[in-house]
């Protein structure tokens, strides 16, 4: 296939979507599936997936959002190194309206700290190259997606020797994210839709462990609505067959050992942390990266004191129930009053790949929120 409109064909979702309705009703039971991702997401809301499903298969989404996961401590650690003196602290603009504990990055920005948006971390290498007189910083956040592109920046700007340049490094991953979710008795799901843009970088061996320790079928998708449809109905086909197995529904882009070059710089140049906090999660062992001691000359963490307290989320947010799937995001009490895209009080609507984001822009007022919605107070915040 060589062109997009190929994965969105509807008379090819069509048959899928019927032949998805027959396995559920030889399944005969309800039937609940995690996509792991936030972009998938966003596709399943933007194209009316779910909508057009069997009632008795419940999408339930999970904590692949980088942004999301972030917690208010990390954000108020990244406003604490932006308002040191001679500092341009860079980040994506997806983390510009992050709420930390008192103010986010873009409120810093209004009240005279230098935060500057970029599209990548060569971006912040080049603004370092012209600016040899100040500090240049890169909030470097992600999963194994992003975490690549910072190790290569970080070995190029260790190559040409550009001294005033840092990261402050909150790459998190995936697996024992997984891990931590499988762990909890409250979660019961019968499998996954797997991430597309990770598994390109680490490949679909990593996911073994779900279906040997934990018994549950994954399968790695794409995010077309022809890959989504397409991954369901692959899951069903494991449930009917009674096996567990990952299967790679998006070969063209995904190798089973995954990228050699991106993994080969991530270890270069990251370690394992012990612990990371993650909003919703809590602590999660060995779930961060941390730049190895050889590169810490570009360690913002190392280069910087920052406050690292944690700090709680709004009790009247229900973020971490939503990334950890327990809650949909119009079940919490703020949604879409108090808490909108322009007046966020949680993360998962601000990020793009946002589930409360996905829902307000595509969902809030789909058939299936009206059908399990309730009735609201208006909810305003002090």
Known sequence: MKYVDEFRQPEKAEALRREIAKLSQQLGKHIKIMEVCGGHTHSIFKYGIEEILPDSIELIHGPGCPVCVMPKGRIDDAIAISQNPNIIFTTFGDAMRVPGSQTSLL?????GADIRMV?????????????????????????????????LTILQAADENIP????FSNHVLVIPALQ????????????????????????????????????KPIVVSGFEPLDIFQSIWMLLQQLIENRCEVENQYNRLVENAGNSVSLEAMNKVFAVRENFDWRGLGEIPNSGLKIRDEYAQFDAEVKYTIPNVKVAD??????????????????????????????????????????????????????IAKKTMVEKPKFTIA
């Open 180 to 215: 931590a979710l499988l762990e909890n008795p409250d979660l019961q799901l019968d499998g996954f839709i797997g991430p597309g843009h990770v598994s390109m970088v680490i490949g679909t061996d990593p996911y073994q462990f779900i279906s040997q320790k934990y018994h």
């Open 119 to 151: 599209y990548s971390p060569l971006d912040s290498l080049q603004i370092a190259r012209d600016n040899p007189d100040r500090e240049i910083v890169f909030f470097a956040l992600g999963f194994e997606t992003t975490a690549p592109s910072t190790a």
């Open 314 to 367: 709004h009790k009247a947010c229900q973020c971490g129930e939503i990334l950890k799937g327990v809650l949909k995001p119009w079940q919490c009490k703020v949604f879409g009053t108090a808490c909108t895209p322009e007046t966020p009080i949680g993360t998962c609507m601000v990020s793009s790949e946002g589930a409360c984001a996905a829902y307000y822009k595509y969902g809030r007022l789909s058939t």
């Open 107 to 111: 409120q810093a920005r209004a009240t």
């Open 164 to 167: 005033n340049f840092s990261m």
